[in-house]
């Protein structure tokens, strides 16, 4: 098992990209911390994992908020003695899109980005202040294609604030993972391309215009599922990416070229 015994603090676990990925981690035996604002969905997650074998406990907080943020961080140190992984999968309003920039309210431009930066940076602060300390651990973030669409897509695509803040987290986790260095500490940020398993199911059946496009954009044919971010997700938390830190991993199967 890839993540034996580590523990690993996943927060937004009620959602489908964060139960994918604590499901994964737990699978190779991560003991999961379950983190975000409805308890309902998070029960779901961990009852989940503990019905196959896993271990996974529960703690409703508001990512936004600092001293809940930290009160949980604390709380967990004192519970098991230390956090080796920490990922964070919050929502950040991506639904603000499709709209001009030329027309789009202000408000709705900044949503993304704000909320992006303050949840991300408060969970990543956390957790690094615990992990320079012990000098070991894990930080993984998640960002999207949005920011490096091509010129296709960029035609195609009105992402409103949310590449913005895509690209915002990106440069956040580069900035950690400079600080954190020195200190023994990985981070590390994946960039995945839309998944159609979280869209409506008038957008994610095969052919739907939204589909067709999205999938002829990839040079394998089809979009990243969740299992594949999962998969990634695990590989980059583990010792056998001991060498990757301060790295953007492209998860989008070719839609986009290269490294961020």
Not at 53 to 72: M, S, T, Y
Request: glycine share 12%; aromatic share 6%; hydrophobic share 45%.
């Amino acid at each position: 098992m890839l993540l034996k015994d580590k523990m690993a603090v996943v927060y937004g676990a009620g959602g489908k990209v964060g139960g994918a990925i604590a499901r994964a981690f737990a699978a190779e035996g991560a003991h999961l911390f379950l983190a975000g604002r409805t308890r309902a969905k998070l029960q779901t997650t961990a009852d989940e994992i503990v019905a196959t074998g896993g271990r996974a406990e529960v703690e409703e907080i508001d990512v936004l908020d600092p001293d809940a943020v930290e009160r949980h961080m604390a709380g967990l140190i004192s519970a098991v003695g230390r956090v080796d992984i920490s990922f964070n999968g919050m929502s950040f309003r991506g639904d603000l899109q499709g709209q001009p920039l030329r027309d789009m309210r202000v408000d709705d431009f900044t949503t993304p980005v704000t909320l992006a930066m303050r949840g991300h940076f408060l969970t990543a602060q956390a957790a690094a202040r615990r992990m320079a300390e012990a000098r070991t651990g894990v930080i993984l973030t998640l960002s999207a294609s949005a920011t490096a669409l091509s010129a296709r897509d960029r035609k195609w695509h009105k992402t409103g604030g949310f590449g913005v803040a895509c690209a915002a987290i990106e440069e956040l986790s580069r900035s950690f993972a400079g600080e954190l260095g020195p200190f023994g500490v990985r981070v590390v940020c994946l960039r995945s391309d839309a998944i159609s398993e979280t869209w409506s199911p008038e957008h994610r059946s095969a052919g739907s215009e939204t589909r067709l496009w999205m999938d002829s954009g990839s040079l394998l044919g089809s979009l990243p599922t969740l299992q594949q971010l999962a998969d990634a997700a695990v590989f980059a938390a583990s010792d056998r990416a001991g060498a990757i830190t301060g790295a953007i991993l492209n998860l989008t199967r070719g839609s986009v070229l290269g490294v961020g």
